[in-house]
């Protein structure tokens, strides 16, 4: 089973600041030229530049793979910049479940690492899935929202009493 999902992520609040910020300081390196000449010019150039990355920047997907028995999740940042996030084994998952069921908020209180590759834009359920990170070797609570697709090959990998996710 290979099965691939790109989810969108909702940029922080704070990124619109820095955005609002960077544009007006691209109008007044603007309104500086006729003044300071080539100058003003170089100062506009800097924060065109500095504004397209910071866009760029801010325009992030999550890429979820499940290859086998294992999920692995990339960050990839303006389309061009990939970074790998982590990656976990479902074989020996625990619990795989929605948010707001009793098995999830029963494990709420457990003192593990958490991790949060939830876009916040999508419209599907989170789910949280407690399964054993690949570089730690350790448990650690998961937060994705993952497709039909996906769910259907977490569900052939993890054992029949860990996978509480109702059929539609």
């Keep these: 089973m290979n099965v691939e999902q790109l989810i969108k992520v909702k940029a922080p609040a704070v990124s619109w600041a820095y955005r609002g910020i960077l544009i007006i300081a691209c109008i007044l390196a603007a309104t500086t030229i ?12 800097a924060f065109l530049i500095v504004t397209v990355l910071v866009f760029e920047y801010y325009n ?19 389309k061009t910049n990939r970074k790998h996030a982590r990656s976990f ?5 625990k619990l795989v479940s929605y948010v707001d069921s009793e098995d999830a908020l ?4 457990t003192r593990v690492h958490t991790y949060n590759y ?3 834009l ?4 989170v789910v949280v899935c407690y399964v054993y990170d690949e570089a730690t070797n350790e448990e650690v609570r998961l937060y994705i929202e993952p497709d039909e697709r996906i769910l259907a090959c977490i569900k ?3 054992k029949k009493d860990a996978y509480k996710i109702p059929e539609k």
């Design 34 to 45: 006729p003044t300071v000449g080539v100058m003003g010019i170089v100062l506009l150039i």
């Design 106 to 109: 029963r494990l709420e209180r």
């Design 89 to 93: 084994v479902f074989s020996r998952a």
């Design 118 to 120: 939830v876009g916040g």
């Design 122 to 125: 999508s419209d599907r359920e």
């Design 156 to 158: 052939e990998v993890v």
């Design 60 to 78: 992030a997907e999550y890429e979820y793979s499940f290859y086998d028995d294992v999920l692995s999740i990339d960050r990839i940042m303006g």
